[in-house]
């Protein structure tokens, strides 16, 4: 299996440069089918409504973009949606206006600050990534890491909220050594013993949990993480410039979507794995996506993550030159990548 280890700073350089993928990784996009077996584009086919062109990965987190498709609410919000499967760096998609808006988590904060042109528009979910470890490893908490090896994706979320963790509790993240891994080989890699715990976006922590692995980080239950966004939409600014009427479409109907998943999770995690956006097992998703909360339409919960976000990234020391006033730039940062589009 293909690993690598590298300090935090350096990372998150390259992670500007390199862009990350969002909830599961990638190679090349490709248009999505409506069944794995059909080649007909999803596609609309009404000329009177707005097109664009939402991305995907396949991720259970990703559930309001399945939803808004197959239960018509892109439609009615007036957009004609063609949806892609994204395997790739999301940048080239956007540049080559392939790309106009996707799911959009805090590991793209960093290549955003150094230009990356993509706009937070509004909200989606709290909770999706988690930490599992070996029994064996006596790992209950990020406050036992110290010393041991981690998987992750390396300058991705998960490793930043760690380390802001670790820091808070007088912990030193610099003393784990954090390896990268494909995601879907993490519990292989913790089964054979090249790394002591990993951490990454469901499902793969949670199956891990279910194989009798000990759950020791979670965004969606742990105190301090679990009140803050971990995924936003996230919208192509060459897209968004030229007709911001698509944004605010895009709000009304992620905030349909939302409302869907809040109230029909269990039909809800039926239809997208019947059409197969997501893998595993039906059971596992519902439970998943009961656990997490559904919010799109809140400024003052896009707000309040941003800036929340912004400072687990500087007490992990991600930041490459730490500003006096950290209240003041992320003030800036926010007016560089934050254009609301929700309805509160």
Known sequence: MKRNSMSLLLVLLLAAALVLTGCSGGGNATPANTTPADNTPQTGENSDLIPAVVGYWGGTCESPIFVAYEKGFFKEAGLDVKLLKITGDVAVLMANDELDAFELTPDKFKPMEQGLELMIIDSLHKGCIQGAAVKESGIQSVADLEGKKVAAAIGGIAQIQIASEMVK????????????????????????????????????????????????????????????????????????????????????????????????????????????????????????????????????????????????????????????????????????????????
């Open 169 to 344: 509790l007088g912990k030193d993240p610099k003393k784990v050594t954090w390896l990268s891994y494909p995601n879907a080989q993490m519990e292989q890699a913790l089964d054979q013993g090249e790394v002591d715990a990993f951490a990454t976006y469901d499902p793969f922590p949670e199956i891990a949990v279910q194989n009798g692995k000990t759950k020791f980080y979670s965004n969606t239950f742990d105190p301090g993480l679990k009140d803050t966004l971990c995924c936003f939409i996230g919208m192509n600014k060459r897209t968004l410039d030229a007709n911001p009427e698509i944004g605010k479409r895009m709000s009304q109907a992620f905030t349909k979507a939302c409302e869907y998943l809040e109230e029909k999770p269990d039909e809800a995690a039926q239809m997208v794995m019947a059409k197969g956006y997501i893998a595993g097992d039906a059971a596992l998703n519902a439970q998943l996506i009961k656990d997490y909360t559904w919010i799109a339409g809140d400024k003052k919960t896009v707000d309040d993550s941003f800036r929340e976000i912004w400072h687990q990234i500087a007490r992990a020391g991600a930041l490459e030159k730490a500003p006096a006033d950290l209240d003041t730039y992320i003030d800036g940062l926010y007016v560089q990548m934050v254009s609301f589009m929700g309805e509160h």
